[in-house]
């Protein structure tokens, strides 16, 4: 298994979703996963309920697209399914998207093709090629938006929690195995410059609050936010024209 540090076979790169593909949407197992999941959903149903959502819409780093279960029979997207892992697109069945098996860090996912890019959960590819590639990907006017668990909560929970390692997302596979993967959560004015330098306008931020979700399962998230507290940051940009 390829690894970042090489001698420890516990941290994985990015490609290693594949190995928690089985049980990542296993809410007994990984309920800190489901909580931002929820989070996420909570958000788009507010996006979807106030702005319109049309044209040619990438979900990047999709595993089981939380924009499918947006589609409704006034929709006027279409929508393109973008992952590196097999295991993980496979979460979506049999189905008509059109799906782009693509690592957004090393390669472009598109040429000024799409009208929004979303990215739901996008910690794990959060670095500046993979901006590039968004940029890249998104028409003149076309928008962004990337959610990731909040940097008020990373910073809570990755201090204190003892095992846990700066950059990193733990899991504890069902088999009792712990794995690393990336998870880079910046703070505002860092995610604005990573934004901004790869050639995007940063043009607002939202939060989904603790006290916005229906619940929260996860003692990895209760014992360090409070209600008023963000669960999950979103920031928006644009390509402009
Ligand atoms: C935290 S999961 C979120 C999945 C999904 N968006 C959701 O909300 O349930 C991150 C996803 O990004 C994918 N991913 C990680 N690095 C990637 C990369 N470099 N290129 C494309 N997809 C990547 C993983 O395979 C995984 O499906």
Redesign the pocket.
């Known amino acids: 298994m390829k690894s970042h540090l090489g001698q420890d076979s516990r941290i994985h790169d990015?490609h290693s979703?594949?190995v928690v593909a089985a049980e990542?949407y296993d809410a007994e197992l990984h309920p800190t996963?489901a909580d931002f999941?929820l989070a996420?959903k909570v958000f788009l149903e507010r996006l979807f309920g106030k702005e319109k959502i049309v044209g040619r819409v990438a979900?990047?780093?999709?595993?089981?697209?939380?924009l499918r279960e947006m589609i409704s029979p006034t929709s006027r997207f279409e929508l393109v399914l973008?992952?590196?892992?097999d295991e993980?697109l496979a979460h979506n069945g049999p189905n008509t998207f059109e799906v782009r098996k693509?690592?957004?860090?090393?390669m472009p996912f598109g040429d000024c093709e799409f009208e929004w890019v979303f990215a739901?959960?996008?910690?794990?590819?959060n670095i500046s090629q993979?901006w590039k590639n968004i940029n890249r990907a998104l028409r003149y006017g076309g928008r962004c938006v990337f959610i990731i668990p909040s940097f008020v909560w990373a910073r809570e929970f990755r201090k204190k929690g003892s095992h846990e390692r700066p950059g990193f997302a733990r899991f504890v596979m069902a088999g009792g195995a712990e794995l690393f993967l990336p998870s880079l959560i910046y703070s505002p004015s860092q995610q604005r410059t990573l934004i901004e330098n790869a050639g995007l306008r940063a043009n607002a931020m939202d939060h989904v609050l603790v006290d916005d979700v229906p619940c929260v399962r996860s003692r990895k998230i209760s014992e360090f936010l409070s209600g008023g507290d963000p669960i999950i940051d979103i920031y928006r940009a644009e390509k402009f024209q």
């Open positions: 990015r979703y594949s990542y996963c999941r996420s979900d990047i780093g999709c595993g089981r697209s939380l973008v992952d590196d892992s993980m693509t690592d957004v860090e090393a739901i959960l996008g910690d794990p590819y993979a």
